[in-house]
């Protein structure tokens, strides 16, 4: 499709991504979702996935990860905290 990714392994997931839209088991696939990770009302940081799709109903927001690093554990729980979003870790 033309896209550059980060890393061949979010290039391949891509890949199957775009092959369960096509066959119908997902749906509204989009890349680098970003969200505001915003508490008390102050700005902290954001959070950018690589995908978010719906699949059976519920919202999916997926990244593919090598490294969990300290400040994307940190995220990770803010958006779990902010949005009742788990990340899908692939």
């Known amino acids: ?5 980060d890393s061949a392994k979010e290039a391949k ?4 991504l775009k092959i369960r839209q096509l066959a119908g088991e997902i749906s509204g696939l989009e890349l680098q979702p970003e969200y505001a990770l915003v ?3 102050m700005l ?11 699949e059976h109903g519920s919202l999916i ?22 949005y009742q979003i788990t990340i899908l870790e692939t």
């Open 1 to 5: 499709d033309g896209i550059v990714f």
């Open 13 to 16: 997931r891509y890949y199957i």
């Open 39 to 41: 508490v008390n009302g």
């Open 44 to 54: 902290i940081c954001s959070y950018r996935g690589d995908f978010r799709y719906t």
């Open 61 to 82: 927001c997926e990244d593919c990860k090598g490294i969990r690093t300290p400040a994307y554990r940190l995220k990770r729980k803010l958006m779990q905290a902010l």
